[in-house]
């Protein structure tokens, strides 16, 4: 069948390429089913607009300045657990790691075992970790630490051993030949090429934690997250509108550093 | 039929490097021309001049009596063929749409984002790709090709313009002997039949030699030497290959000696 | 003969760096004020407490599956609201495709905007404004998570192989023609890959939206382990990992048949 029209794709046929084709007709088959259950309709959205205005324009009052000192110490409880929760998950990730990868798991079976556990630990989002961690020992910073750190060894210790695996062999039979023992292997022919990829790494999820552990407080695990909500649900607008912006301007202070600081490194 | 020229054109980079430094030339329409010289003596910077690549940063550079204005910039782009030393295939698309991309600035903005091409444009780029014999690829992906065969599609790019001139940049520097004649000869037939003007840039001076009208020598972004290739002798290739700094001792010789 | 005096062994700063954090983390234990001994020791106490999540309550299976389809659908259509505004943004956020230099940064700004905002704080947003539902869900994930593959589709396009772009740019194409060809084909496999992990990054996030009331398991969840009905809990917790488990395989499997 070719096309007979005066525009034609750059295809044998003159018919537009099958798998782009296919995919987006996949993709809208999917939307066109799940709309409902996801109550997607234009007129829902547009009657909320009006709404969404009114509510934008309520939040730009006079800011709470009582309000900045807990907001600082807040913050700065968010940092401290983002900074807390990574370290502990890395240095849990580092030696489970070579664990989790290919070339450096002395037993198949338990390289298996370990990537199995990963994808568990990593499946449940933090929220739902936290959610348990304070069910079973209280409110405050530590369960959602304890969350954090959970799912960051399940990312960390992934990211990890891909960087392991992909690894230049032959500097590691330079290493092996020249007698180094199984743990010296690893350090000194593993380590030192992964290295800037772990670095990447830790930055990337320091980043993504810190951005988890705003929202951790939601649930009471600590973290600015607690006075989001409260601030929302009693409709404390002069407090939102600051919270949002401390939470901005911390989580780009951070994005920038880290760009900084990888591009000096690696 | 416009022949390109030089009026004093001088390049200095953002660096300080200073690629070029005062060069005045007159390219005939028509004709094959070769530009000689060592590494870092400003080829590169001369032909990207031609289609806007680079900029001038003293002089210009004019087709026929006019100069160049910075709206026509895509019109000028689109009557100049440029053939590249990596090829610059989008490895990811076929061959055909390779070439086709030759004919984007004649096609609509909006069908040109879908991908539509117009009969006439297919036949172009057939007809390109028949020229340099690898229509039977035409569906394949580019990434796949040899080097060889890359290069022709991106001379079968450039011939799909329906260009008055065609730029190639060190096109054979990545290619084996065999395959380097292959692309050079194209380069010369298509000189020959289509009266297109041809400027390239080559370190193979045996190259220049067979397929060049004239010859022009660039060292450190002067000419230092403008004639037919028949007049490339040892005093002439000294003076195009010559460094400051380098001696001028028996290896340098014998290096000129066999080019 | 001169011999080269060996330079001297350069400043080892890596005990200063790991002294630092050593130090910085010890500071936060304190002023946090945590109580690793209770955890310690009562890690018994942890032991019956995850004990009681044994043999899951699936009573109610049929109405968590509805919430987790709801979940689900939310997941699907943030994203595709995530890659057509990222597909949108991208090109203006890349140095080689954006037209001036103050386009660019607008849209690097707006789409750090984007990302530092929390999907839950937006999700907040949106329940107050159109009340209780899914669709703030879909909203709040589909901005959040358009920051993020914006700034990644960006990224690819900046390290598209400048040769590629320039040989486009040369035939004379528009802007937005040496996007379409040499910009998106050359970053499918990244392009891919980016919105595979967003999808199962939003999956994940929209059974956690349900916690503040926009749609999906979220809400179940929150329910039972406030009134501490820990069977309940476990079925709802499996009901939320069988499908964010076979994403992350789906998305392994499609990643190697596309290499």
């Known amino acids: 069948m070719t096309n007979c029209f005066q525009l034609r794709w750059p295809t044998r046929s003159g018919l537009p390429p099958f798998a782009p084709v296919l995919s987006v007709g996949v993709v809208v088959a999917l939307l066109a089913w799940s709309a409902p259950v996801a109550e997607v309709n234009a007129g829902h959205l547009y009657a909320s607009i009006p709404r969404l205005i009114d509510f934008l324009r309520n939040i730009l009052v006079m800011p709470d300045w009582k309000y900045l000192p807990q907001l600082g110490q807040k913050m700065l409880e968010t940092l401290e657990m983002t900074f807390l929760a990574t370290s502990i998950a890395a240095v849990i990730s580092l030696p489970l790691s070579f664990l989790a990868a290919r070339n450096t798991c002395p037993f198949p079976a338990l390289f298996h075992g370990v990537r199995a556990l990963l994808s568990l630990v990593r499946a449940l989002p933090e929220m739902v970790w936290a959610l348990v961690f304070v069910s079973a020992i209280g409110l405050g910073p530590l369960p959602g630490i304890m969350a954090l750190a959970f799912v960051t060894v399940g990312f960390m210790t992934k990211f990890f051993a891909e960087a392991i695996e992909v690894v230049d062999q032959r500097a590691v039979e330079g290493v092996a030949a020249h007698g180094a023992g199984w743990l010296q292997v690893k350090i000194f022919a593993h380590l030192p090429q992964a290295w800037p990829d772990f670095i990447g790494a830790i930055m990337y999820i320091l980043d993504h934690n810190l951005r988890g552990a705003t929202l951790l407080g939601l649930v009471g695990a600590g973290g600015i997250g607690y006075d989001m909500i409260m601030s929302m649900r009693l409709f404390d607008y002069n407090r939102i509108l600051v919270i949002a912006v401390a939470i901005y301007i911390v989580v780009t202070a951070l994005d920038r550093v880290s760009d900084q600081f990888r591009a000096r490194v690696i | ?259 | 003969m001169k011999m080269a005096l060996m330079p001297k062994k350069p400043f080892n700063r890596a005990p200063i760096w790991i002294a630092a954090v050593l130090t910085v983390l010890w500071l936060i234990i304190l002023h946090l004020d945590l109580s690793f001994q209770t955890l310690l020791y009562g890690y018994k106490d942890l032991f019956e407490y995850f004990g009681r999540y044994s043999s899951p309550d699936f009573s109610n299976l049929s109405r968590y599956l509805v919430l987790l389809w709801q979940t689900l659908a939310i997941a699907f259509w943030g994203t595709i609201l995530a890659l057509v505004a990222g597909v949108v943004l991208a090109p203006f956020a890349a140095r080689n495709m954006t037209p001036n230099r103050v386009v660019y940064r607008i849209a690097r700004e707006l789409l750090n905007l984007m990302r530092a905002l929390p999907d839950l704080l937006l999700a907040l947003i949106f329940v107050a404004s159109m009340g209780l539902g899914p669709l703030p869900g879909v909203l709040a994930l589909g901005i959040h998570t358009a920051g993020f593959l914006g700034k990644f589709f960006a990224e690819s396009l900046e390290r598209v192989d400048r040769g590629v772009i320039e040989a486009i740019q040369a035939t004379g194409a528009s802007r937005t023609q040496v996007l379409m060809y040499g910009g998106w084909p050359s970053i499918q496999r990244e392009f891919l890959g980016n919105s595979l992990y967003i999808l199962e990054r939003n999956v994940r996030m929209a059974a956690v939206l349900g916690l503040v009331g926009a749609g999906g398991i979220g809400l179940a969840l929150n329910a039972s382990l406030e009134t501490f009905k820990f069977r309940e809990s476990a079925a709802l917790i499996i009901v939320i990992l069988v499908p964010v488990l076979a994403f992350d395989n789906l998305s392994t499997w499609l990643r190697e048949k596309l290499k």
């Open chain 2, 1 to 259: 039929m416009k022949k390109i020229s030089f009026h004093a054109v001088e390049k200095r980079y953002p660096n300080g490097f200073h690629a070029l430094r005062g060069v005045s030339l007159e390219i005939e329409a028509g004709s094959f021309t070769v530009i000689l010289g060592p590494s870092g003596a400003g080829k590169s910077t001369l032909l990207r001049l031609v289609n806007g690549l680079e900029t001038p940063t003293a002089g210009h550079v004019a087709f026929g009596p006019t100069a160049p204005s910075r709206s026509s910039l895509r019109g000028i782009r689109s009557g100049i063929g440029m053939v590249f030393q990596q090829f610059n295939l989008v490895g990811r698309l076929s061959v055909m749409t390779n070439v086709l991309t030759g004919r984007l600035a004649h096609r609509s903005w909006l069908g040109s984002i879908f991908y539509l091409f117009r009969r006439e444009d297919i036949a172009i780029a057939r007809e390109a790709l028949e020229r340099v014999g690898l229509v039977d690829k035409a569906w394949e992906r580019a990434d796949r090709l040899s080097g060889g065969q890359q290069q022709r599609v991106g001379i079968a790019r450039a011939l799909a313009q329906r260009p008055q001139i065609i730029l190639a940049d060190e096109p054979v520097a990545s290619l084996d002997p065999v395959s380097s004649d292959d692309v050079m000869q194209l380069l010369r037939g298509i000189c020959d039949r289509d009266g297109i003007t041809v400027l390239v840039n080559l370190h193979q001076v045996e190259h220049a030699r067979r397929y060049a009208d004239r010859v022009i020598g660039l060292n450190s972004g002067q000419v230092v030497f403008d004639g037919a290739p028949g007049q490339l002798d040892s005093i002439s290739l000294n003076r195009i290959y010559h460094r400051d700094g380098a001696p001028h001792d028996e290896l340098f010789s014998a290096a000129l000696a066999y080019a």
